[in-house]
C-alpha cells in the first residue's frame, strides 16, 4: 500500500510543474507590463532582469510554504490519507480551473485560487471526519480549520486589491505634481530626490523585508536588526548621490534606472509570493509522505492513523527545490505564447491614450463614471481656481509632432508612471510576504496600474467607462475564482474519498486529456488565425494605399457574406437551430470588426499626407456601404435563427426552390465582384451592371410568386413575413453592393485623370 502513496507524492510533483507551466503562463507576466508599456527598456533587457529576480525571489519564498503546510488547516487533526487525498484534490482542481479559466478568457488568481481550493478540500474532508464520528457535530469543524489564519489570508486579499488601488493612485498623484509630463525638462535636484527614495524604497522592502522568507535570513538577521536604521539612511545618501551623479555627469535617465531595478524586485516579489502556489501543496505533501513512511518502517503505523502534527512544525525548505521551480517559472515567462496577450491587457486598460477598447460598457461603470463626475464637481467647486490652474497645468501632456514618413508607436505611458507602478506594486507584495500573507499578485499589480492610471488622468471621458468596466470584470473574476475553487476542490476531494486511488487515476487522467485536446486545440486556433485573412486597419497614407487596403477589406467581407447567406439559406431550409446559432455568431463577429474599422477612422483621417485628404470622404463612405452589407446579413440570421427557433412552420418548396436560385445567382454576382476588386481593374465596374440587374429581377419576381401564394392558397403569417423579410433585406444587400460599386468607378474615373496607378 505504501507505493500507491509514493504514486501519489510523484503525481504531485508532477502536477506541480504543470501548474508552474500553466499558472506563470496566466498571471507571471503581469510585473513586465510596465516596464514594457514604457518603452524605456528592450523587451529581451527586461525579460533577461525579471528572470534573474524570479531566480532571487524563489530563493526567499521558503517561509510561504507554511501557507500550504498549515495555514487553512489544523494538519494535526487529519491521518496522512486524509492529507494526500486534500493535496491530490487540490493540485487536480488547481490545474483543472486555470485550464477552463484560460480557455474560457476570465481573468483569475492563482493565489485565489489556491487558498480556496485548500479550503474547500480540508472544509470537506473535515464534514466527512465529523460526519463518521459518533461524538463530534458540525459545530467541531472549527477544530479542523485554521479559521483564524484562514480569515486573515482572505481578508489581506481583499484589503490588497484596495489599498493597491488607493496607494498607487496616491503616489502617481503626487509624483505627476512634482514631474508633471515635462520630465526632460525637470530639474536635475527633482531626479535626484525622485530617484533617492524610491531607489531607497526598494532596496529596504525588497532587499530587507524581502529576505526574511528566505531560508538564509536567519544568519544575518541579528546584523540587520542591529543596523536597520544605519543601513536605511546609508542606503538613502547612496542612492542619492547616485541619482545626482549619473544625472548630472553621465546624463543618464534615473527613471530608466528605477523601472528596470522595479522590474527586478516587483520579479523576485512576485516569485517569492506566488511560487507557494505552485509548489507548496506538492512539497508539503512530500514532507507529509516521509513522516509517515517513517513511522510505517518503524511501528508498522497506517496511512489512516498517523495523525500530521508534523506539518504544524517548521519544517527546512530545500533551496535546490525552490531554484528548479524558479528555473520554471523563467523559461515559462520567456517562451509562453501567452505572455504577449495578458501583457496587452493590461497595458490597454491603462495606456494613456483612447484606442479600441477590450471590455464593454456596463450599467455599473456607468453609474459609477457619473458619480465620479458630480464628485469631481463638488471638489471643483470647493477648491480655489488658482490651485486647480496650477494642478491642471502639471498635467498638461506635451504635443509631439512626427512625420508622416516615420511609423512610430507611442509608448501606452510615461516612465514616471512606470516607476510609481514598479515601486508601489513590489512594496505592496513584498510586504504581504514578509507577513506570510499570500497575497494576490495578479490584482495587486493590476490595481496598481489602474490607480495611477486614474490618477494621471488617463481615464478621460471618452474612455472611462470601458476602463471601468476593466476593472469591475477582474475583480468578479477573483469572486467567481474563489467560489468555484472552493466548490470544484470540495467535490474532487468526496470523489477521491469515495473511489479512492482509482478515482485519482481517473482525475488525473482527465486531467492530462483537457490538457493535451486544449493544447491541440490552441495550436489549431493559432495557424487557423495566421492562416484567415483578417479585416484590420492598416497605417494608409496616400490615395493608392486607401484604393488597395479598401479593395482588401471589400473582398473579405463580400466572401464571408455571401458563404454566410448560402449557410443561413441552407440551415434554415433544413431547421438546423445549432448551425444557424454558430452563424449568427460569425455575423455578430463580422459586424464588430467592422464597427472596430468605423471606430479607427479618426486615426486614419490623422495619418493620411496633405495631398490625399480627399480620400477620407471615400474610404467613410467605403466603411459605410460595407456596414449596410453586413447588417442585412445579420437581419437575415437573426429573422432566420428566431424563426427556427420559435419551432415556426418551415419553408414551402416553392420557398425554399426561389432562395435556392437566389443564392446561385447571388454567388455568380458575387464572384466576379471579388475578381475585379482581387485586381483592382475597376474599369470592368460598368460590366457588372447586367449581373446585378439579372439578381434582382429575380428577387422581384420571387416576391410576386409570394403574393400569389398569400391570395391564392393556405399560408402562415409567419412563414410570409420571414421571406419577405429575407427578399427585401437581400435587395438591400445588392444595393448596397451597387452603391460601393458606384463609388468606386466614380472614383476610378477621378484618380486615373491624376495618372495614380493602382
Not at 474560457?104 to 485548500?118: H, N, R
Not at 523576485?268 to 505552485?278: P, R
Request: aromatic content about 10%; cysteine-free; hydrophobic content about 50%.
Amino acid at each position: 500500500m505504501e507505493h500507491v502513496y509514493l504514486l501519489m507524492v510523484i503525481a504531485l510533483a508532477v502536477l506541480a510543474v504543470i501548474d508552474l507551466i500553466v499558472g506563470v503562463s496566466n498571471d507571471a507576466v503581469n510585473f513586465l507590463n510596465s516596464a514594457i508599456g514604457s518603452k524605456a527598456i528592450p523587451v529581451k533587457k527586461i525579460l533577461i532582469i525579471a528572470s534573474l529576480g524570479v531566480l532571487v525571489g524563489a530563493l526567499t519564498s521558503s517561509g510561504m510554504m507554511e501557507v500550504a503546510r498549515k495555514g487553512i488547516f489544523n494538519p494535526g487533526m487529519f491521518a496522512f490519507q486524509d492529507i494526500i487525498y486534500i493535496f491530490m484534490a487540490v493540485m487536480i482542481t488547481d490545474i483543472l480551473l486555470l485550464d477552463v479559466f484560460n480557455t474560457l478568457g476570465m481573468p483569475t488568481s492563482t493565489t485565489v485560487s489556491i487558498v480556496f481550493e485548500l479550503l474547500g478540500a480540508a472544509v470537506a474532508m473535515s464534514l466527512i471526519k465529523i460526519a463518521a464520528s459518533d461524538t463530534e457535530t458540525v459545530s467541531k469543524i472549527w477544530n479542523y480549520i485554521n479559521y483564524s489564519t484562514a480569515i486573515t489570508i482572505i481578508i489581506g486579499i481583499l484589503l490588497s486589491v484596495a489599498v493597491a488601488f488607493t496607494v498607487g493612485a496616491l503616489v502617481q498623484f503626487i509624483s505627476r505634481l512634482i514631474y508633471s509630463f515635462q520630465i526632460a525638462s525637470r530639474p536635475i535636484i527633482v531626479n535626484t530626490l525622485f530617484g533617492g527614495v524610491a531607489l531607497t524604497a526598494i532596496t529596504y522592502f525588497i532587499f530587507i523585508k524581502g529576505l526574511k522568507g528566505a531560508s538564509y535570513y536567519g544568519t544575518i538577521k541579528h546584523y540587520i536588526d542591529a543596523n536597520l536604521l544605519y543601513i536605511v539612511a546609508g542606503g538613502f545618501i547612496f542612492w542619492l548621490l547616485f541619482s545626482f551623479l549619473t544625472t548630472k555627469f553621465l546624463k543618464w535617465n534615473v527613471l530608466v534606472v528605477i523601472i528596470g531595478l522595479g522590474t527586478f524586485s516587483l520579479a523576485m516579489a512576485f516569485s517569492g509570493n506566488d511560487l507557494v502556489n505552485f509548489i507548496g501543496v506538492p512539497i508539503a505533501g512530500w514532507n507529509s509522505y516521509q513522516a509517515w513512511h517513517d513511522a510505517f518502517l518503524a511501528n508498522g503505523v497506517l496511512a489512516t492513523e498517523f495523525p500530521m502534527s508534523v506539518l504544524a512544525k517548521k519544517v527546512p525548505s530545500n533551496d535546490m527545490l525552490l531554484l528548479i521551480a524558479g528555473s520554471i517559472m523563467v523559461l515559462t515567462i520567456w517562451f509562453s505564447s501567452k505572455a504577449k496577450e495578458v501583457i496587452k491587457t493590461g497595458v490597454d486598460l491603462s495606456r494613456q491614450d483612447e484606442g479600441t477598447e477590450k471590455f464593454k460598457a456596463n450599467n455599473t461603470a456607468r453609474f459609477i463614471v457619473r458619480l465620479a463626475i458630480e464628485i469631481n464637481k463638488v471638489f471643483t467647486a470647493i477648491i480655489p481656481k488658482s490651485t486647480l490652474k496650477k494642478i491642471d497645468n502639471q498635467f498638461q501632456r506635451p504635443v509631439v509632432v512626427l512625420s508622416k514618413e516615420k511609423s512610430y508607436e507611442m509608448p501606452a505611458f510615461d516612465m514616471v508612471r512606470a516607476s510609481v507602478n514598479l515601486v508601489v506594486a513590489g512594496i505592496l507584495i513584498t510586504i504581504g510576504t514578509s507577513f506570510h500573507l499570500p497575497l494576490s499578485t495578479t490584482y495587486v499589480t493590476f490595481m496598481v496600474a489602474m490607480g495611477t492610471s486614474l490618477a494621471d488622468r488617463a481615464w478621460g471621458r471618452e474612455s472611462a467607462v470601458y476602463r471601468v468596466s476593466g476593472v469591475l470584470n477582474v475583480v468578479g473574476g477573483w469572486f467567481l475564482t474563489a467560489i468555484v475553487a472552493f466548490t470544484a476542490s470540495a467535490i474532487a476531494l468526496y470523489l477521491i474519498h469515495i473511489g479512492g486511488p482509482f478515482m485519482i487515476a481517473v482525475l488525473l487522467g482527465l486531467v492530462f486529456f483537457l490538457i493535451v485536446r486544449n493544447y491541440i486545440r490552441y495550436n489549431k486556433k493559432v495557424k487557423i488565425e495566421q492562416a484567415a485573412r483578417q479585416i484590420k486597419k492598416s497605417e494608409l497614407k496616400t490615395i493608392a494605399e486607401v484604393i488597395e487596403q479598401s479593395s482588401d477589406h471589400i473582398t473579405e467581407v463580400l466572401t464571408r457574406v455571401i458563404k454566410l447567406y448560402n449557410a443561413v439559406i441552407k440551415e434554415l431550409i433544413t431547421n438546423d437551430l445549432n448551425k444557424l446559432s454558430k452563424s449568427k455568431k460569425h455575423v455578430t463577429k463580422l459586424n464588430n470588426e467592422i464597427e472596430t474599422l468605423k471606430d479607427d477612422v479618426f486615426d486614419f483621417i490623422k495619418s493620411l499626407d496633405d495631398s490625399s485628404v480627399e480620400a477620407s470622404r471615400f474610404y467613410i463612405l467605403v466603411l459605410a456601404s460595407l456596414q449596410d452589407i453586413s447588417q442585412s446579413m445579420e437581419h437575415i440570421t437573426k429573422s432566420s435563427h428566431n424563426h427556427v427557433n420559435n419551432n415556426h412552420k418551415p419553408l414551402k418548396k416553392g420557398q425554399t426552390k426561389d432562395l435556392l436560385e437566389i443564392q446561385n445567382k447571388l454567388g455568380d454576382f458575387i464572384d466576379v465582384i471579388k475578381e475585379v476588386f482581387h485586381a483592382n481593374n475597376f474599369a470592368d465596374l460598368s460590366k457588372i451592371s447586367n449581373d446585378k440587374n439579372m439578381v434582382l429581377e429575380h428577387v422581384s419576381a420571387s416576391i410576386e410568386r409570394q403574393i400569389k401564394r398569400i391570395r391564392s392558397e393556405e399560408s402562415s403569417k409567419k412563414n410570409s413575413s420571414l421571406y419577405f423579410g429575407i427578399l427585401l433585406e437581400t435587395q438591400d444587400f445588392i444595393g448596397s453592393i451597387e452603391k460601393l460599386l458606384n463609388l468606386y468607378q466614380n472614383y476610378y474615373h477621378n484618380i486615373s485623370k491624376t495618372g495614380i496607378k493602382l
